[in-house]
C-alpha cells in the first residue's frame, strides 16, 4: 500500500486529505492545528509530531500551504523536507505560490532526484470535499503519469499546464478572472437592489443572460440568494479574502515580470486590500458585496 505523507490540513488540506484515506491510502499527516490531525486520526490516519517525522517511510508527499514563504520553509535549506527525502520520492506541492518561488523548489528536487510537480487547485471548499477539484499542473509528463492515481483521489478535472511553475501560472490567471467576475456579480447586485429589484430575481435574470458566469451559477455574494453559499452565512467558510488578495498580489507579479497589461487585476488587488484593512480577511472573498451596500 502506498504511503502518503500530506502536510498543511486546513480548509483545503483537510478534506482533500480525507478523500485520500477514503481512496484506501495508508496516510501520514502534520498540521500545526493539532483539532485537524486528530480528526484525520480518528479515521486512520497517523498524525505526526513534525513534518520530518510525517514524511518518514512516504512514497508521496503531498503539501496544502497558505503561501510562498511556508513552501519555501517547508521544502529548502539543510533543515528542509528535500534535504530528507529519498530519490525516486513524488511530491505534490498543491499550494498557491509564486511561479519562481514554484521554479526554485523544482530546481532543488531535481538536484536531489525527487520528482515534484506544482499542482494548484480551484474548486474550493465544497469541491475539495467532494472530490471534484481541478488540478493545474506544473511538470514532466511522465511525473504526472505517476502521479494520476493520488489526484484522481482528490480531484475530477487534470490539467497540464505545462513545464515547471506553470501550474501556479495558470492559477494566478483563473483566480484573477474569478475576482473580477465576483466584483462585478457584488456591483451589479447592488444597483440593481437599490434600484427596486429582488436580488434573487436579479440574479436568475443575470444567470440566464449575458452576464452569466460560475459566481452568478455557485456563489452568489447577495446573502439570501442561495442558501448554501457563504454569503447566506455571514461569509464564514469557503475561500478568505486575505488569500484572494495574495493570489491578486501573485498575478500581478507576474504580469510584472512579463509587461502584461491587467487593470482590471490590478483594481480588483486594491478592493481586495481594502477589505483586509476593515478587518474583513477571514470572511469568504464574496464579502466584497459589502463595498457596495450602505
Given at each position: ?16 486529505a480525507r478523500n485520500l484515506l477514503k481512496a484506501g491510502f495508508n496516510l501520514q499527516v502534520f ?264
Amino acid at each position: 500500500m502506498t504511503t502518503i505523507a500530506f502536510i498543511g490540513l486546513g480548509h483545503m488540506g483537510l478534506p482533500m486529505a480525507r478523500n485520500l484515506l477514503k481512496a484506501g491510502f495508508n496516510l501520514q499527516v502534520f498540521d500545526l492545528v493539532q483539532r485537524a490531525m486528530d480528526e484525520l486520526a480518528a479515521e486512520g490516519a497517523q498524525a505526526a509530531s513534525i513534518a520530518l517525522e510525517a514524511v518518514q517511510g512516504a512514497q508521496v508527499v503531498i503539501s496544502m500551504l497558505p503561501a510562498s514563504r511556508h513552501v519555501e520553509g517547508l521544502y529548502l535549506g539543510a533543515d528542509g523536507l528535500l534535504a530528507a527525502l529519498k530519490p525516486g520520492t513524488l511530491v505534490l506541492e498543491c499550494s498557491t505560490i509564486a511561479p519562481e518561488v514554484a521554479r526554485s523548489v523544482h530546481a532543488a528536487a531535481h538536484e536531489r532526484g525527487i520528482e515534484l510537480l506544482d499542482a494548484p487547485v480551484s474548486g474550493g471548499t465544497a469541491g475539495a470535499a467532494a472530490g471534484t477539484l481541478t488540478f493545474m499542473i506544473g511538470g514532466q509528463p511522465e511525473t504526472l503519469a505517476k502521479a494520476q492515481l493520488f489526484f484522481q483521489a482528490m480531484g475530477k478535472n487534470i490539467f497540464h499546464a505545462g513545464p515547471e511553475g506553470a501550474g501556479q501560472v495558470a492559477k494566478v490567471c483563473n483566480n484573477q478572472v474569478l475576482a473580477v467576475q465576483m466584483i462585478a456579480t457584488a456591483e451589479a447586485m447592488a444597483m440593481g437592489v437599490a434600484n427596486g429589484l429582488e436580488p434573487a430575481v436579479l440574479a436568475e435574470i443575470m444567470r440566464q443572460s449575458s452576464g452569466g458566469n460560475w459566481t452568478l451559477e455557485k456563489y452568489n455574494p447577495w446573502p439570501g440568494v442561495m442558501e448554501n453559499a457563504p454569503a447566506s452565512k455571514g461569509y464564514s467558510g469557503g475561500f478568505m479574502a486575505e488569500l484572494m488578495a495574495k493570489d491578486l498580489g501573485l498575478a500581478q507579479q507576474a504580469a510584472q515580470s512579463s509587461g502584461s497589461s491587467t487593470p482590471m487585476g490590478a483594481l480588483a488587488l486594491q478592493l481586495y486590500r481594502l477589505l483586509l484593512k476593515q478587518g474583513k480577511g477571514k470572511q469568504d472573498f464574496s464579502v466584497v458585496q459589502q463595498l457596495f451596500v450602505e
